[in-house]
């Protein structure tokens, strides 16, 4: 029998940021797939199946998505505004990785329920070492909703 592994979806517009991530999860050796998208529209239409995206599996929600604030277009924020506006995405864990230590940046995401808020380290070890971490939380700790996590996505 085959595991499914649930995928983790980055929004992340900076190559190198989105490519340490990356890095750091195949260091951990999760065997989740990594979903990399540029930007926020990109991010709704993978998860809402629209676009490049119309041929997805709507019921293979992603584990978690890591979002980064400052975006092109549509900015993480109205990103989260929008997945938690909609039921089939409500409950999908969604972990701010971002270089803004802004008040109304940290209180906007936290308003629209963001699970996490995480400060993008500078240096390279840090980042890998933080990527990593959350890594292993959202994917081997944490323990996800009933609702939104039904089906084959349910494996980690």
Not at 53 to 60: G, Q
Request: aromatic fraction near 8%.
């Amino acid at each position: 029998m085959t595991t499914f592994r649930r995928t983790i979806l980055l929004v992340e517009d900076n190559e190198d940021d989105a490519e340490l991530a990356c890095m750091a999860f195949r260091g951990a050796r999760l065997p989740n797939p990594t979903v990399h998208v540029r930007d926020g529209v990109e991010a709704l239409d993978y998860l809402f199946g629209l676009g490049e995206h119309a041929a997805r599996d709507l019921s293979d929600l992603p584990a978690m998505m890591l979002l980064d604030l400052n975006l092109p277009g549509l900015s993480g924020l109205e990103v989260l505004k929008a997945v938690r506006a909609d039921e089939r995405t409500r409950h999908l864990p969604v972990i701010i990785l971002t270089s803004s230590n802004e008040d109304r940046d940290r209180l906007g995401a936290y308003d629209h329920f963001a699970n996490s808020y995480v400060l993008k380290p500078v240096n390279y070890d840090q980042f890998v070492a933080v990527v990593l971490q959350m890594g292993l939380y959202w994917m081997v700790l944490n323990v996800p909703s009933p609702i939104g996590s039904q089906g084959p996505g349910n494996a980690v």
